[in-house]
């Protein structure tokens, strides 16, 4: 199937059909992003992991969708949906709820399909930038952002670590202070550590060049699962902390433009 209006990318009626489903996704948590706290019903799950109902209702769309196309097909989604096969679905309806919730207009919605252990396709949106990061296995790793012609996504060439722009995220505990102790290295070494809030949109950024790498402990497979794709079919690497492939996806993640990997993974390595 062609990505329509652009016939010059062709990808698959599954990957077709999580990308109009993330579109969904998307217009359903923008509609709700003006609204205030109290409206989104802002919830604790942890000291610092927030929940709204937008998360509940994107979550609900999203699975009652494929529920209907691919009634055989398992589910895993952040907020409690689950349902095994060796087919499977991966979703974060809102991956930066702490920043949708404060209504900062940084988060994403992440829309991976797993077979049988293998990502096949992975769409992130960055909503409130109307961009869709899209990939599917062999066919590479693309940027829909409104009328535009999709744009083929290839990360950096930056070989330098005092050229990069890295990106990290923050943890819940136990791991949290540890992980923070270590940020400070990276920000003299770099050229600069950006926390945004999202590890999908990180992971999309790092496919599409913007950032050089991204780093990151105990994170969750949804948080992950469409953006390693995203990594590794614009030409980048993804690994565990001590260079292992991430199958299954989450964990200990270090996602690079590929030159960047050895020198990250050393100084991971020497700080954790």
């Known amino acids: 199937m062609m990505i329509q209006n652009h ?6 009626d599954v990957t077709a059909f ?15 992003l003006p609204e205030g706290m109290t409206s989104k019903d802002v919830r604790h799950k942890g ?19 494929i529920r209907t196309r691919f009634p055989d097909h398992g589910i895993l989604a952040e907020e409690g949906t689950a349902a095994s096969g060796d087919v499977r679905w991966i979703i974060d309806p809102i991956d ?39 990939a599917e296995r062999g066919r590479g790793a693309f940027l829909i952002a409104g009328s535009e012609p999709p744009k083929r996504l290839a990360t950096s060439g930056v070989a330098e670590l005092s050229q990069a722009l890295i990106a990290t995220g923050l943890p819940g505990e136990p791991v949290r202070s540890a992980h923070v102790a270590t940020i400070p290295a990276f920000m003299r070494d770099a050229q600069e550590v950006r926390i945004m809030g999202t590890a999908a949109a990180h992971l999309a950024y790092v496919a599409a060049g913007r950032l050089d790498a991204f780093w990151e402990p105990g994170l969750n497979a949804w948080d992950v699962a469409a953006g390693i794709l995203l990594v590794e079919e614009a030409g980048g690497r993804v690994s565990t902390f001590t ?20 020198t990250l993974l050393e100084r991971i390595s020497r700080r954790t």
Not at 18 to 32: F, G, K, N, P, Q
Not at 48 to 60: F, I, N, P, Q, Y
Not at 100 to 111: D, R, T
Not at 250 to 257: F, R
């Open 96 to 134: 930066g709820t702490t920043n949708f919730a404060h209504g900062v207009p940084m988060f994403a919605v992440s829309i991976a399909h797993e077979e049988r252990g293998t990502l096949r396709c992975g769409v992130v949106v960055v909503p409130p930038l109307r961009e869709f990061f899209v």
């Open 243 to 262: 260079g292992q492939p991430m199958t299954p996806p989450g964990g200990d993640i270090l996602a690079t433009n590929g030159p960047l990997h050895t």
């Open 47 to 65: 000291p610092r992991d927030l929940v709204t109902r937008a998360d509940h209702e994107a979550e609900r769309l999203i699975t009652a969708r």
């Open 7 to 12: 016939a010059s990318v062709e990808i698959s």
């Open 18 to 32: 999580a990308l109009s489903v993330a579109r969904e996704a998307a217009d359903l948590v923008m509609r709700i």
